[in-house]
Each structure stands twice: as C-alpha cells, then as structure tokens.
C-alpha cells in the first residue's frame, strides 16, 4: 500500500512537471520558463549559497510565529472550547481574522512595528492562529459527551476530566489543526516579504522578476513549495505516529 502511495505521489509529480515544461516550450508567456530551465537555476542557487542564506532569513519569522500561534493557539483553543462565555466573547474574533483579507493589515502593522522581524512575525501569527484556534476549539466541544459523563461516574472532578478526557480524546484533531496553521504560517512569511521588506526567499522572487529572470523566480516559489511540503508531510507522519489508532472526528455523536 505504501508503494502503491508512492508510485502514484510520483506520476503526479511527473505529470504536473511534463505539463510545465510542454508549457514553457509552447511558450504560453515570455514570463513562463521551462522546467528544466527553472530546475538550472535552483541547482545554480543552491551551488552558490544564496538559496541556503534566503531560507535562513525566511525560517527565522516563520519559527518564531508558527511557534508564538501553536502555543497561544492551542491555550486559547481550549479555553474557548471549554467556556461557553469565552467562546462568546472571542470566536467571532478568530472567525473573522481566518474570512477577512488579513494582506489589508499589512500596511498598518508596518506604520505601527516598522518593516523588521516583528511585523513579520505578526503577519505569520494573523494566519495561523485563526486556523489553530478554531480547529482546536472544535475538537474540545465536540468531544464525545458519553466520556465526560463516564469521568464524573468515576468521581472525576473537572480538572481530571480535562487533563485526562477531553485533551487527549481531541489531540488528533488539534494536531491537524496545528498542521494547516503552519501551512498557513507559510503562506504568510512568503507573504510579509512580498509586502513588507523583501528578504530572503521574497527578495530573490522579487529581484528576479525586476530583471526578468524568470527561471530563478519561479525555481524560488518551487523551492518553498517543496519545502513547506515536506514539513508538512512529517507533521502528517508524526501525526500517524502519535495517534495510531485514533478515532478522527465524533460524527456517530
């Protein structure tokens, strides 16, 4: 099963990388390079050093705020699941940050923290909080009711009911959650270099496209797309590995 997975991850591949070398040979636009000639410029970038440097100023923002939204997150995550007052209070707030156009704010956290590393920070925290939380509130209130009823039937208190019911009946649901915000996070540190100050992976895309180098921008966007992938693919892995076993969702409930 492993394999057959494999083998078909592989002819997608192959499939979308066939079409974008047909394309840029067509060529459907002068701005719309061949595979192979983007792959040239990857393994140029890599050769020299540069890509290695503009992915260590792109992971700096993006590790401190997927770290700050995991963490506040998930806190807030629960305490929303669990109190219906707070859940009032504050889900309408992380509903519209994940449905409202969060790229409008980003002139305003300019004007208020400037264009360094906190700005930054704060655009990658405003996409993926808003999917952390609500997955992770989610996940609490719709944790079975049957188990809660069986802890305060073994003279539970409240406390042992969290710790020990609803927290790890929802971990698997709030690792998903924890998944899409960093694919989020991602989003939005490419997103803040692009508006912001461009640096890092943003300055080569930007640059090159100032030059009309069009392989190297797109052996840019490339570059982070496999890389968010492949994080994304051992969260998932990791994921499979914490919660074998694990029922995904309560729909029966």
Wanted: net charge positive; hydrophobic share 60%.
């Amino acid at each position: 099963m492993t394999h057959r997975s494999l083998i078909l991850k592989l002819l997608s591949a192959a499939i979308v990388f066939g079409a974008w070398e047909i394309a840029g040979r067509i060529p459907i636009s002068f701005a719309f390079p061949t595979f192979i000639d983007s792959m040239a410029a990857l393994f140029a970038m890599i050769a020299d050093g540069s890509l290695f440097a503009a992915f260590g100023e792109t992971l700096r923002p993006l590790a401190v705020g997927v770290a700050i939204s995991a963490f506040f997150g998930i806190v807030l995550g629960l305490w929303i699941g669990l109190s219906g007052w707070f859940d009032w209070l504050f889900s309408p707030i992380f509903v519209v940050m994940q449905a409202a156009p969060l790229a409008a704010l980003i002139p305003l956290l300019v004007m208020v923290y400037g264009i360094g590393l906190t700005s930054k920070v704060f655009v990658v925290c405003i996409m993926a909080m808003p999917v952390i939380v609500l997955n992770t509130a989610g996940a609490v209130r719709n944790t079975p009711a049957s188990l809660k009823e069986m802890g305060r039937a073994f003279l539970g208190n409240r406390r042992d009911i969290i710790l020990k019911i609803v927290i790890p009946a929802a971990s698997p649901i709030i690792f998903s959650g924890l998944r899409l915000g960093v694919s989020a996070g991602f989003i939005g540190a490419i997103l803040a270099e692009l508006k912001i100050t461009p640096t890092g992976v943003g300055d080569i895309i930007t640059y090159s496209r100032s030059v009309a180098d069009y392989p190297s921008m797109y052996a840019a966007i490339f570059s982070i797309i496999v890389l968010a992938v492949l994080f994304l693919n051992l969260l998932e892995r990791l994921e499979h590995t914490l919660f074998r076993g694990n029922i995904r969702g309560y729909a029966s409930d």
